[in-house]
């Protein structure tokens, strides 16, 4: 986080390590079904759908960001813009983003009969994990140190001189009012992914398999920087 930045640019910083906090435990979860979807395919559907929730909220703020930083505002033109890899992928992570959850929600309601929309959600999985894997692996160190300051005492916050933002539950609200919304649509749509119960059973292993090895491969690269560091 940037030494002395407005409190406004601290909380959206602090918004966005959050929802991005929810936003990965539930993919994790979601990749965890991938490997035995034909068994798993009701919880694949639920967690697909409570996802849209915190990445509408995540997009939401790192827009505002955005959306600040290209219109000249001081403050966040002083804090920076991310670093060039992550601007370029930033995209291509919220577009396959959309079109993952949009095409499993459309499976969801018109079954496994349509070939083309299976390859778009298909197609739309492996991209969104790859550029995942690169927001994950940039990430991870500071959103735990993030988060945590949002909840520590102000006293120690001033002590490090740091501002202290308003809004902490706010924040906290805002995650939970998108889950509750999210997770009430999941449950309203669930009838519709009757026609997936035929799949019960068969094992996916092309997309599972890659989604492991990515996740692992994350996971080491993540360990070898922290060790470097």
Known sequence: MTEGAPSG???NERLT???????????MAEIATVPTLGSLIVA???IGVLLAGPVVAKTASTGWRFIRYYTRDPAYRRKGPPR????????????????????GIALAITGPAPEILIRVHV???LFWLATLAVHVFAYVR?????????WRRRTVQQKRGKPEPGGRRMRLAVNIAVLVLAAIAAVLL???AAPWEGWRGQAVTGPGVLAV??????????????RKD
């Open 84 to 103: 060039l890899l992550l601007r370029l992928t930033a995209p291509l992570l919220i577009v396959s983003t959309l079109v993952l959850i949009g095409s």
């Open 9 to 11: 640019v601290v909380g």
């Open 44 to 46: 694949h559907f639920f």
């Open 123 to 125: 197609v739309s999985f």
């Open 142 to 150: 500071r959103v735990p140190g993030l988060i945590a300051d949002d």
């Open 190 to 192: 669930l009838p519709t």
């Open 17 to 27: 390590a959050l929802t991005g906090a929810v936003v990965l435990v539930l993919s």
């Open 213 to 226: 090895a990515v996740c692992i491969g994350t996971a080491v690269a993540v360990m070898v920087k922290r």
